[in-house]
T-cell receptor, first 114, second 112 residues
Framework: DGGITQSPKYLFRKEGQNVTLSCEQN?????MYWYRQDPGQGLRLIYYSQIVNDFQKGDIAEGYSVSREKKESFPLTVTSAQKNPTAFYLCASTVTGASNQPQHFGDGTRLSIL | QKEVEQDPGPLSVPEGAIVSLNCTYS??????FMWYRQYSRKGPELLMYTYSSGNKEDGRFTAQVDKSSKYISLFIRDSQPSDSATYLC????????????FGKGTSLLVTP
């Protein structure tokens, strides 16, 4: 059945290492988003993409990179430049157009530092 | 001032009580308003989605939007222990590709 799949559920990063979080959707949604959730801070926007081969920075893009080569996939790379990467990362998607529809979320990836 | 303010709680109520959750916002450009429920270690699950001022009802849930006061509410009737979760308000605007601005979330505990 349709949905958003994030993998892995848990990820550990060593100092100086880049890691990539996967987000795949089979909902035929145009737009995809990455959010970061920290305790007591709510969700904050990292990057978003409304169409293949195009993406925009969100509020906290520093230390992160993304790509959108396929409609169904929007991977997020946490680079070594991100000094405080420990958080819960959530991917979301939605259709776009004249009638805005709400975003639906995956079940997240929890990233920790070794 | 954050664009979306939400009291983090925690809020504890007995089973069967009516729960009222609220958010205020400062940016009048927000057009779409949502309530999500999030269980521990899971992604947010959409509960309610509204566009205009007024009330929207779905089962035990009622969402209320007052754009003139920049205030939104979620009411849960006949609360159940399974309603125990964190409730997130969110709102979006056409700019920023309809990306969501979230409140910090309110932690709710419904005790049997």
């Amino acid at each position: 059945d349709g949905g958003i799949t994030q993998s892995p559920k848990y990820l550990f990063r060593k100092e100086g290492q880049n890691v990539t979080l996967s987000c795949e959707q089979n909902l035929n949604h145009d737009a995809m988003y990455w959010y970061r959730q920290d305790p007591g801070q709510g969700l904050r926007l990292i990057y978003y993409s409304q169409i293949v081969n195009d993406f925009q920075k969100g509020d906290i893009a520093e230390g992160y990179s993304v790509s959108r080569e396929k409609k169904e996939s929007f991977p997020l790379t946490v680079t070594s430049a991100q000094k405080n990467p420990t958080a819960f990362y959530l991917c979301a998607s939605t259709v776009t157009g004249a009638s805005n529809q709400p975003q639906h979320f995956g079940d997240g990836t929890r990233l920790s530092i070794l | 001032q954050k664009e979306v303010e939400q009291d983090p709680g925690p809020l504890s109520v007995p089973e069967g009580a009516i729960v009222s959750l609220n958010c205020t916002y400062s940016n009048s450009a927000f057009q779409y308003f949502m309530w999500y429920r999030q269980y521990s270690r899971k992604g947010p699950e959409l509960l309610m989605y509204t566009y205009s001022s007024g009330n929207k009802e779905d089962g035990r849930f009622t969402a209320q939007v007052d754009k003139s006061s920049k205030y939104i509410s979620l009411f849960i009737r006949d609360s159940q222990p399974s309603d125990s979760a964190t409730y997130l308000c969110a709102m979006s605007r056409i700019l920023s590709g309809y990306a969501l601005n979230f409140g910090k979330g309110t932690s709710l505990l419904v005790t049997p």
